[in-house]
């Protein structure tokens, strides 16, 4: 009994949030919420890297395009089942993070935002020209025709892909909350706040950061991997540099480092993109302005200012007396 | 902010400090630090490492922000304002960590402490210290631990400061060194006010008018009169 | 490979390599003194790139349009210096680097609103040629290589000659202890700042006339700059200038060997180099205040 209490704590929060999101399915239009969902796991690693363990990369769509392409070209060339693709993407962005992750992670916070924003560059270049054989450069990669119906979901059928969408993200939503519960997700936050003192626990700093790295950025490609599905289609401006922007933006918007703060990010962000581009067609100008107002504002984000107030408004029964000034109280 | 004058109307005072409280982050460092210096005092602080010494000269001089108190300078207060505007005021802050700008030369050091005082009379404060004539064009990188402590108080000497702040002076220096310094703080004392932050107890015997004993943040003692100013007594309150 | 095109692709390099130096030099500074990464230099590019093409609409003189766009380009600086990164000075290097860069996006936007999306040309204000080793090499582009040692000399004169120079070198190595000495190092910040974005405009107004003045020009040469920038190590004015000309020559000889990889070529050679020195050739370490 006590185990299932346990484990209704513990998977309340993202059950009540993913179930809203699904009831959303209701009253807004579809292509919205698919891409918050796909949007928020995008933001997730890079909200994961800056939160958790203090690292911002500007390059984030570098791993996207690595899970995008991964599975555009299986798609395109190879095959036609879209969760083998997906697979695939997974796999691409497994790859280059575990190989540029160990350079990458040794570098103080300054050169690691610049050298993944480089990698993004890089990435761009070469899927816009070098490779243009095989990646037909600006026109991008057409597969949508070849995906192929598939059991249980169909995800050529957008109603599916949303379902799948959903699950996709409570998984991933869980898999977070469970690292931030486990002695991993602790040790990153040592990793961010006092070097020496976890090197003294005994673990070591470049090992958790390069796991965390690893793993947030396979959650980006994860993402590119599922743009590529849902649109069909992927070119190289999904790994444009004016896009680096955008998870670090969401991240910040929705709260760095909290659980709900991509998706509540990622809702804002969508939303506003969509109001803010039939008004003013200058979307640069607008996210540039929201950005250096939020960081001069406060950095905790929508949800980051929210949810201590949540937290104090739900566990106001809990409330213990007010421990005194702990080192005054000596006399 | 014109240069302070020695003393105010009637006291003898020079500096106040009440009730002062300071944190670092979220951990709290200084506990309602009451003192008081003399326009010719010389006023040590003992305490352990961590005790909250440096920290206390740091906030006094404008480098920390304070959580509550009030620092006044002949009734002219000190709290909010930049450390540079302090700096002018006469109050010049030694730090412990013994850096001089080690790309620059020795005259370049010099150079900018005379910048903002206005005070080019290097051969003045350089008296107090010999060894550093000769070493003008040298990188001050390439000095001896003795060498750059001598160059930090003669650098903040220029604009003849009213108090000085000095931060373990004789921290990792050879005894005559050490000595040296004794008799230069002994000098600089009939113009300036110090206050020393040491560990080295013979020192702060020989020259202390006063002593205070700072203990996890809290003043635990004020040593006034010189009788009771010994290293035995001073070693109790570590 | 003929004399001719490895003398006209070393040109190339070297000022390409300048505009690179000019750039990074802000960066550096920027670095060096305040520990802020200021990615809206690159903005300062744009306008100074801008300005230099209206000016020269309105004017009809390239020149002046390139000081115009250093002028302008200071001013912007100066009232971003003001009004942003005051605030955050003493806050962590992720914060400067975020800031930073929603003031780069937000000034592309800025230029999108008044100038709109379509590339402008800039003309060169010398088309004339001259023969160095049997090529025809554009005296424009050894105007730019020649422009920029003689910045790099104005600052190493700036930097040691000048009392404010010696006050920001103290201030590279110690900004607290500058402080102890009376100087206002608020203003120094604001100067250096200036000097930055000054100094990046000029890059942009030079370069205007080889490339077309876009508004996502800033982003284009972006990597670049970074890689010069990690290269030669933040915080180093040397440093700067070896690494700008060595990505130069990487890009510029590089792409007459094997066009599509040069442009890569510099990337593979930041990994290297940060292999074996994490913080560039001659960085100096983060020093924590």
């Given at each position: 009994?006590?185990?299932?209490?346990?484990?209704?704590?513990?998977?309340?929060?993202?059950?009540?949030?993913?179930?809203?999101?699904?009831?959303?399915?209701?009253?807004?239009?579809?292509?919205?919420?698919?891409?918050?969902?796909?949007?928020?796991?995008?933001?997730?690693?890079?909200?994961?890297?800056?939160?958790?363990v203090?690292?911002?990369?500007?390059?984030?769509?570098?791993?996207?395009?690595?899970?995008?392409?991964?599975?555009?070209?299986?798609?395109?060339?190879?095959g036609?089942n879209?969760?083998?693709?997906?697979?695939i993407?997974?796999?691409?962005?497994?790859?280059?993070s575990?190989?540029?992750?160990?350079l990458?992670?040794?570098?103080?916070?300054?050169?690691?935002?610049?050298?993944?924003?480089?990698?993004?560059?890089?990435?761009?270049?070469?899927?816009?020209?070098?490779?243009?054989?095989?990646?037909?450069?600006?026109?991008?990669?057409?597969?949508?025709?070849?995906?192929?119906?598939?059991?249980?979901?169909?995800?050529?059928?957008?109603?599916?892909?949303?379902?799948?969408?959903?699950?996709?993200?409570?998984?991933?939503?869980?898999?977070?909350?469970?690292?931030?519960?486990?002695?991993?997700?602790?040790?990153?936050?040592?990793?961010?706040?006092?070097?020496?003192?976890?090197?003294?626990?005994?673990?070591?700093?470049?090992?958790?950061?390069?796991?965390?790295?690893?793993?947030?950025?396979?959650?980006?490609?994860?993402?590119g991997a599922?743009?590529?599905?849902?649109?069909?289609?992927?070119?190289?401006?999904?790994?444009?540099?004016?896009?680096?922007?955008?998870?670090?933006?969401?991240?910040?918007l929705?709260?760095t480092?909290?659980?709900?703060?991509?998706?509540?990010?990622?809702?804002?962000?969508?939303?506003?993109?969509?109001?803010?581009s039939?008004?003013?067609?200058?979307?640069?100008?607008?996210?540039?302005?929201?950005?250096?107002?939020?960081?001069?504002?406060?950095?905790?984000?929508?949800?980051?200012?929210?949810?201590p107030?949540?937290?104090?408004?739900?566990s106001?029964?809990?409330?213990?007396?007010?421990?005194?000034?702990?080192?005054?109280?000596?006399? | 902010?014109?240069?302070?004058?020695?003393?105010?109307?009637?006291?003898?005072?020079?500096?106040?400090?009440?009730?002062?409280?300071?944190?670092?982050?979220?951990?709290?460092?200084?506990?309602?630090?009451?003192?008081?210096?003399?326009?010719?005092?010389?006023?040590?602080?003992?305490?352990?490492?961590?005790a909250?010494?440096?920290?206390?000269?740091?906030?006094?001089?404008?480098?920390?922000?304070?959580?509550?108190?009030?620092?006044?300078?002949?009734?002219?207060?000190?709290?909010?304002?930049?450390?540079y505007?302090?700096?002018?005021?006469?109050?010049?802050?030694?730090?412990?960590?013994?850096?001089?700008?080690?790309?620059?030369?020795?005259?370049?050091?010099?150079?900018?402490?005379?910048?903002?005082?206005?005070?080019?009379?290097w051969?003045?404060?350089?008296?107090?210290?010999?060894?550093?004539?000769?070493?003008?064009?040298?990188?001050?990188?390439?000095?001896?631990?003795?060498?750059?402590?001598?160059?930090?108080?003669?650098?903040?000497?220029?604009?003849?400061?009213?108090?000085?702040?000095?931060?373990?002076?004789?921290?990792?220096?050879?005894?005559s060194i050490?000595?040296?310094?004794?008799?230069?703080?002994?000098?600089?004392?009939?113009?300036?006010?110090?206050?020393?932050?040491?560990?080295?107890?013979?020192?702060?015997?020989?020259?202390?008018?006063?002593?205070?004993?700072?203990?996890?943040?809290?003043?635990?003692?004020?040593?006034?009169?010189?009788?009771?100013?010994?290293?035995?007594?001073?070693?109790?309150?570590? | 490979?003929?004399?001719?095109?490895?003398?006209?692709?070393?040109?190339?390099?070297?000022?390409?390599?300048?505009?690179?130096?000019?750039?990074?030099?802000g960066l550096?500074?920027?670095?060096?003194?305040?520990?802020?990464?200021?990615?809206?230099?690159?903005?300062?590019?744009?306008?100074?790139?801008?300005l230099?093409?209206?000016l020269?609409?309105?004017?009809?003189?390239?020149?002046?349009?390139?000081?115009?766009g250093?002028?302008?380009?200071g001013?912007?600086?100066?009232?971003?210096?003001?009004?942003?990164?005051?605030?955050?000075?003493?806050?962590?290097?992720?914060?400067?680097?975020?800031?930073?860069?929603?003031?780069?996006?937000?000034?592309?936007?800025?230029?999108?609103f008044?100038?709109?999306?379509?590339?402008?040309?800039?003309?060169?204000?010398?088309?004339?040629?001259?023969?160095?080793?049997?090529?025809?090499?554009?005296?424009?582009?050894?105007i730019?290589?020649?422009?920029?040692?003689?910045?790099?000399?104005?600052?190493?004169?700036?930097?040691?000659?000048?009392?404010?120079?010696?006050?920001?070198?103290?201030?590279?190595?110690?900004?607290?202890?500058?402080?102890?000495?009376?100087?206002?190092?608020?203003?120094?910040?604001?100067?250096?700042?200036?000097?930055?974005?000054?100094?990046?405009?000029?890059?942009?107004?030079?370069?205007?006339?080889?490339?077309?003045?876009?508004?996502?020009?800033?982003?284009?040469?972006?990597?670049?700059?970074f890689?010069?920038?990690?290269?030669g190590?933040?915080?180093?004015?040397?440093?700067?200038?070896?690494?700008?000309?060595?990505?130069?020559?990487?890009?510029?000889?590089?792409?007459?060997?094997?066009?599509?990889?040069?442009?890569?070529a510099?990337?593979?050679?930041?990994?290297?180099?940060?292999?074996?020195?994490?913080?560039?050739?001659?960085?100096s370490p983060?020093?924590k205040?």
């Amino acid at each position: 009994m006590a185990a299932m209490v346990n484990a209704w704590r513990w998977w309340w929060g993202i059950l009540l949030a993913f179930f809203l999101v699904g009831l959303s399915w209701l009253f807004l239009p579809l292509p919205f919420i698919i891409e918050v969902l796909i949007f928020s796991i995008y933001t997730m690693g890079c909200s994961f890297l800056l939160g958790r363990v203090g690292f911002i990369s500007f390059g984030q769509p570098a791993y996207l395009a690595a899970g995008a392409y991964g599975t555009a070209f299986y798609l395109f060339y190879f095959g036609s089942n879209p969760y083998v693709g997906i697979l695939i993407g997974i796999l691409s962005g497994l790859a280059v993070s575990g190989i540029v992750g160990p350079l990458f992670v040794r570098l103080r916070s300054d050169y690691f935002a610049l050298v993944n924003l480089a990698l993004a560059v890089i990435i761009y270049y070469l899927m816009q020209k070098v490779l243009a054989g095989i990646t037909k450069g600006d026109n991008g990669l057409w597969f949508l025709t070849n995906i192929a119906s598939t059991p249980v979901l169909d995800l050529g059928k957008p109603d599916h892909f949303f379902i799948f969408s959903i699950l996709v993200a409570l998984a991933i939503w869980a898999f977070y909350k469970y690292l931030d519960d486990s002695v991993f997700g602790a040790c990153c936050l040592a990793t961010k706040i006092n070097e020496d003192k976890l090197k003294f626990l005994g673990y070591s700093n470049y090992g958790v950061r390069l796991l965390a790295f690893v793993i947030a950025n396979t959650t980006t490609a994860l993402a590119g991997a599922m743009y590529a599905v849902y649109l069909g289609f992927v070119s190289p401006e999904i790994t444009s540099p004016a896009r680096a922007a955008d998870p670090v933006v969401v991240t910040i918007l929705g709260g760095t480092g909290t659980l709900f703060g991509p998706l509540v990010g990622a809702i804002a962000y969508t939303g506003m993109k969509d109001v803010i581009s039939k008004l003013i067609g200058n979307w640069e100008l607008f996210i540039g302005f929201l950005l250096v107002f939020i960081m001069l504002a406060g950095e905790k984000g929508i949800w980051g200012t929210l949810q201590p107030w949540l937290e104090r408004l739900f566990s106001r029964k809990k409330a213990s007396p007010a421990a005194g000034e702990g080192a005054g109280a000596r006399q | 902010m014109p240069p302070l004058d020695g003393v105010a109307a009637g006291t003898g005072e020079l500096l106040a400090v009440r009730g002062l409280n300071v944190s670092y982050g979220e951990s709290k460092v200084l506990f309602d630090v009451n003192l008081h210096i003399g326009a010719n005092e010389i006023v040590a602080c003992v305490g352990r490492n961590g005790a909250g010494k440096s920290t206390l000269l740091k906030s006094i001089a404008g480098f920390l922000k304070l959580n509550s108190g009030t620092v006044t300078c002949n009734r002219v207060n000190l709290v909010g304002r930049m450390s540079y505007d302090i700096a002018k005021m006469g109050i010049k802050y030694v730090p412990q960590d013994k850096k001089v700008f080690s790309d620059l030369t020795v005259q370049e050091n010099l150079e900018l402490g005379s910048y903002a005082t206005k005070d080019y009379n290097w051969d003045r404060v350089t008296d107090y210290f010999p060894k550093l004539k000769a070493l003008m064009e040298r990188k001050a990188g390439f000095l001896s631990g003795g060498e750059r402590q001598m160059l930090m108080i003669a650098r903040a000497l220029l604009g003849h400061p009213k108090l000085l702040l000095i931060d373990e002076p004789t921290e990792g220096l050879a005894p005559s060194i050490v000595s040296h310094l004794r008799e230069v703080f002994r000098e600089l004392n009939k113009a300036a006010a110090l206050v020393i932050v040491e560990q080295n107890l013979p020192l702060v015997c020989a020259i202390a008018n006063r002593v205070y004993a700072l203990k996890e943040g809290r003043i635990v003692a004020e040593l006034a009169d010189a009788a009771s100013i010994r290293a035995d007594v001073c070693e109790k309150y570590l | 490979m003929s004399a001719q095109l490895l003398t006209s692709g070393v040109i190339f390099g070297l000022s390409i390599g300048s505009i690179f130096f000019l750039m990074a030099i802000g960066l550096s500074l920027c670095f060096g003194l305040m520990r802020i990464i200021s990615l809206d230099q690159l903005l300062y590019y744009s306008v100074g790139a801008y300005l230099t093409y209206s000016l020269t609409l309105v004017t009809g003189n390239v020149w002046l349009g390139v000081l115009g766009g250093v002028v302008v380009a200071g001013i912007v600086s100066f009232a971003v210096e003001r009004l942003i990164f005051r605030r955050i000075y003493e806050r962590e290097l992720t914060f400067s680097m975020i800031t930073s860069f929603g003031v780069l996006i937000g000034g592309i936007g800025v230029i999108k609103f008044f100038w709109g999306v379509v590339p402008r040309p800039v003309p060169v204000p010398l088309m004339a040629q001259i023969d160095i080793i049997g090529t025809e090499v554009p005296v424009y582009r050894l105007i730019v290589v020649a422009i920029a040692f003689l910045v790099y000399a104005g600052i190493w004169l700036f930097l040691n000659r000048t009392i404010t120079g010696k006050a920001i070198r103290a201030g590279i190595e110690n900004v607290e202890h500058v402080e102890g000495l009376g100087i206002n190092v608020s203003r120094l910040f604001t100067i250096t700042f200036i000097i930055a974005g000054a100094l990046s405009g000029l890059a942009g107004g030079l370069h205007a006339p080889l490339i077309m003045v876009d508004p996502s020009m800033g982003l284009e040469v972006l990597a670049f700059v970074f890689m010069v920038v990690i290269i030669g190590g933040l915080g180093s004015i040397k440093g700067t200038l070896i690494s700008a000309f060595i990505v130069g020559q990487v890009v510029s000889l590089g792409s007459l060997i094997y066009a599509p990889l040069a442009q890569m070529a510099p990337f593979a050679i930041m990994l290297l180099i940060l292999l074996v020195k994490p913080t560039g050739l001659y960085g100096s370490p983060l020093l924590k205040r």
